[in-house]
């Protein structure tokens, strides 16, 4: 009884640390692979041509490398507002660079598209 009690301890911490090391993969952020993630989606929603293609994930990769540099930056910040208002600095500047991109429908529909992530997300509306 004292072998199995054991052996499950042994399972269980074994269990805890490795889902611990996928959470670690899992936040650790990868610009290209983000951005080639982003690209994709964006591809397939706004149906972008091949230049839009490479175009979009040469502005993501470089644009999230600087979200890389930026959340360095910010780790320790106690400020909750200030990393807010930094975060949501970055994305207005992203969403520009991703604007002059599209052409006039996608722009249309990527406006859509942002107003809709907005009201799952309760933009405005911050868990203070």
């Known amino acids: 009884m ?5 052996l499950m301890m042994i399972v269980l911490v074994g ?5 611990a090391q ?3 993969e ?3 952020l990868n610009p290209e692979k983000m951005a080639k993630q982003q690209t994709e989606k964006l591809k397939k929603d706004l149906k972008l041509d091949r230049v839009q293609v490479d175009k979009m994930e040469k502005y993501l990769t470089e644009s999230n490398k600087e979200l ?3 959340r360095d930056e910010l780790k320790g910040e106690e400020d909750r507002f200030k990393i807010r208002d930094t975060m949501r600095e970055f994305r207005t500047s992203q969403e ?4 002059e991109i599209l052409k006039p429908e996608q722009l249309e529909k990527y406006n859509k598209m942002l ?3 907005s009201s799952r ?7 203070n």
């Open 26 to 28: 899992q936040r650790e």
């Open 96 to 99: 520009k660079g991703i604007k």
């Open 115 to 117: 107003e809709e992530r």
């Open 22 to 24: 996928n959470r670690d």
């Open 68 to 70: 890389v540099k930026l």
């Open 15 to 19: 269990t805890t640390i490795t889902i």
């Open 2 to 6: 004292k072998r199995f009690a054991l």
């Open 121 to 127: 997300r309760g933009r405005g509306q911050g868990r």
